[in-house]
T-cell receptor, first 109, second 113 residues
Framework: EDQVTQSPEALRLQEGESSSLNCSYT??????LFWYRQDPGKGPEFLFT???AGEEKEKERLKATLTKKESFLHITAPKPEDSATYLC??????????FGKGTHLIIQP | EPEVTQTPSHQVTQMGQEVILRCVPI?????FYWYRQILGQKVEFLVS????????KSEIFDDQFSVERPDGSNFTLKIRSTKLEDSAMYFC???????????FGEGSRLTVL
């Protein structure tokens, strides 16, 4: 069973059409939940780290929230340049991050 | 803005050959990592390195893999005898502390023929 599940796998939106991406996790001792953006052929670009339920962080059109079982990445009025794969990852007891498969987001002009 | 740099960006090698991938982490960071991403699949943790020793490794990181910090700036991943299934993008990452922001490099694409 995957520890990190992201949905939907793919999402196509019109420019300006707000939506949310979901990341559900099943780890016992969460040390941090991470959101990254990944463009094709590139490394993951750090967006946010959340540490405890109820925490929220914002950056431009993106807002990340965390509950005890899931995290949401809200995208408000997206632009075509927001098109990318968005990755969620969790850090449990030890060092390494466990990643989800990502949500492939396409914003159409 | 400081960044993690990786070389080479792309390496093609024959099965059975040794490969060394190089990384320069962000200068004040103390924790170093290697991850890999097979084409179309998720990013997978390989190994973490702190205080000149491995602190954690995954099942993927078998005896064919090794890491080293040969000097004060470089962090390397060696694959002793490459297999076809080692073809992937390898990402180096670094962070200042044991938790918190983890920054990735742009990756080294390894193609094993």
């Amino acid at each position: 069973e995957d520890q990190v599940t992201q949905s939907p796998e793919a999402l196509r939106l019109q420019e300006g059409e707000s939506s949310s991406l979901n990341c559900s996790y099943t780890v016992s001792g969460l040390r941090g939940l991470f959101w990254y953006r990944q463009d094709p052929g590139k490394g993951p670009e750090f967006l946010f780290t959340l540490y405890s339920a109820g925490e929220e962080k914002e950056k431009e059109r993106l807002k990340a929230t965390l509950t005890k079982k899931e995290s949401f990445l809200h995208i408000t009025a997206p632009k075509p340049e927001d098109s990318a794969t968005y990755l969620c990852a969790v850090q449990e007891g030890a060092d390494g991050l466990t990643f989800g498969k990502g949500t492939h987001l396409i914003i159409q002009p | 803005e400081p960044e993690v740099t990786q070389t080479p960006s792309h390496q093609v090698t024959q099965m059975g050959q040794e490969v060394i991938l190089r990384c320069v982490p962000i200068s004040n960071h103390l924790y170093f990592y290697w991850y890999r991403q097979i084409l179309g699949q998720k990013v997978e943790f390989l190994v973490s390195f702190y205080n000149n020793e491995i602190s954690e490794k995954s099942e993927i990181f078998d005896d064919q893999f090794s890491v080293e910090r040969p000097d004060g700036s470089n962090f390397t991943l060696k694959i002793r005898s490459t297999k076809l299934e080692d073809s992937a993008m390898y990402f180096c990452a670094s962070r200042q502390g044991g938790t918190g922001e983890l920054f990735f490099g742009e990756g080294s694409r390894l193609t094993v023929l």
